[in-house]
């Protein structure tokens, strides 16, 4: 098997994205690597979820550095090149990336975003998939452009919307599908199975959305 991608996990709280990537990348024959996860918060509770697993933590507090994001965001550069990170996978972090950074982490700084963009960007995506009325809702792993929510999406996957669904209930749903779209969607990166093609990505045999990621046809 060819080099494994050596990948650093970006959180800002509880972590579980990054657990299923985490346990993903256990399976020998897994593409990739968690070699760091870094958080700008230092009570997140997620870096000693990674510590448990014996993965190198770090902590950038974005506070340290005021309004200035790419003070911030190169003292973020620097320690995922400390790490030899080449992939970068945002997993609830609630950073607005600036173009420098994205610029020169682009097409290998992937996010996941509870919505099958590009409906429901931003913050919210159940309450307001519920207000919409919307019958099938889910979750997008994307590479990041500057615009937010707005890069090249790689897979997704749908979750039906049930009458009774509340916020929570729908919420719930959608997070258990992340946790297995994010490892199927990273696997397709590191591998080199998903191609940036200008604004969109095409994958290599087969399909970026496999049946277990569809909600059951009714
Ligand atoms: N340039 C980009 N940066 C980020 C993207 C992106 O697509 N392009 N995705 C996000 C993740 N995200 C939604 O998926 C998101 C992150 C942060 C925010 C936000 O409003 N952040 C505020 C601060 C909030 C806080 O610290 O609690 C901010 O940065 O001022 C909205 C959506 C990751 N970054
Ligand atoms: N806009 C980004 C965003 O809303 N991301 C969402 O934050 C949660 C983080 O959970 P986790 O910390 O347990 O992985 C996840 O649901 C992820 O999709």
Redesign the pocket.
Known sequence: MTERRRVAVLISGRGSNMVSLIEAARAPDYPAEIVLVVSNRPDAAGLARAEGYGIATAVIDHKAYGRDREAFERALDARLAAAGADLVA?AG?????TPWF?ERWFGRLV?I?PALLPAFK??DTHERALAEGVKLHGATVHF????????PIIAQGAVPVLDADTPDSLGARVLELEHRLYPHALDLVASGRARLAGRTVSVADGPAAPGSLIAPAF
């Open positions: 945002l972090f609630m950073r607005l990336l994205v996010n975003h931003g913050l990041v452009s500057s615009e937010m929510d707005a890069g």
